[in-house]
Nanobody, 126 residues
């Protein structure tokens, strides 16, 4: 059973930066494509970005391109979401997710992921 434990997040002013981490256990991390999603109150879960199993491919939502960066360290079984130039509209609960067997590069659809982190709140004040 794969477990994903998230850390990071918190309160930051607009224009600031935060880094989220997602540590995996219980499986072969290097064989998972990883995704990040977010969900604001009253809204549906939204795709943020993905990273391929070896970390050689990334894909981002238009709303975060140029501001957010996903990376991974397979030796540490951890994926990261670096968020720069944060905006109030980035306020949401952020979730990491693992796709163990469907797609090499991940998917923008949350239904394609089998395992999820517990979520971490990011609040951006104006």
């Amino acid at each position: 059973q794969v477990q994903l434990v998230q850390s990071g997040g918190g309160l930051v002013q607009a224009g600031g930066s935060l880094r989220l981490s997602c540590a995996a256990s219980g499986g072969t991390f290097s064989s998972y494509a990883m995704g990040w999603f977010r969900q604001a109150p009253g809204k549906e879960r939204e795709f943020v970005g993905t990273i391929s199993r070896r970390g050689d491919r990334t894909n981002y939502a238009d709303s975060v391109v140029g501001r957010f960066t996903i990376s991974r360290d397979n030796a540490k079984s951890t994926v990261y979401l670096q968020m720069n130039s944060l905006k109030p509209e980035d306020t949401a609960a952020y979730y990491c997710a693992a796709d163990p067997d469907r797609f090499y590069s991940g998917s923008k659809y949350y239904s394609d992921y089998d395992y999820w982190g517990q979520g971490t709140q990011v609040t951006v004040s104006s």
